[in-house]
């Protein structure tokens, strides 16, 4: 396993803090939390829920009770449980972030706004259209050049 594999259901608590980090990474750099956190009176109370939110459900996934899952994290198992179903805002966060996770792999981008790479899919497609065009036309005059 590379540096950069999150396990998707942890064995032990090496596995559970890499997948608990993930999770938290790409919350953290979605645009919902950035948006919440830009509120400096909510900064603060919304990190600690979607760390708590990540921590749940690395947890949970690696078969931890809800019990020992909130004893862990000095939380109730209500706030324990509220995260899990998606009832709290961090809790279908990191659940969207998981169900990413577990598409695409572990892929943090920093959104455009915070010096990230804008999606150049289109530019690169127009591009390659040019060069092809390009292409053609070089062909064609080499065609014409040829005795």
Not at 3 to 21: A, T
Not at 47 to 57: E, F, I, R
Not at 99 to 116: C, I, Y
Request: proline share 6%; hydrophobic share 40%; net charge neutral.
């Amino acid at each position: 396993m590379t540096s950069l594999d999150v396990p998707l259901k942890p064995v032990g608590r090496e596995e559970i803090r890499r997948l608990e980090s993930a999770l938290l990474v790409m919350a953290l750099l979605d645009r919902e939390a950035l948006e919440a956190m830009k509120n400096p009176a909510e900064r603060v109370t919304w990190v600690d829920s979607l760390y708590t939110a990540a921590a749940a459900l690395a947890r949970e996934r690696a078969g931890v009770p809800v019990s020992r899952i909130a004893e862990e994290l000095g939380v109730t198992e209500a706030t324990v449980r509220r995260h899990l179903r998606g009832e709290t805002k961090a809790g279908q966060l990191v659940a969207k972030v998981y169900e990413r996770l577990a598409r695409e792999g572990f892929k943090p981008e920093l959104p455009p706004e915070l010096g990230g790479v804008p999606d150049c899919a289109g530019q690169v497609e127009e591009l390659r259209s040019k060069l092809e065009r390009v292409k053609k036309a070089l062909g064609e005059i080499l065609g014409l050049l040829r005795p």
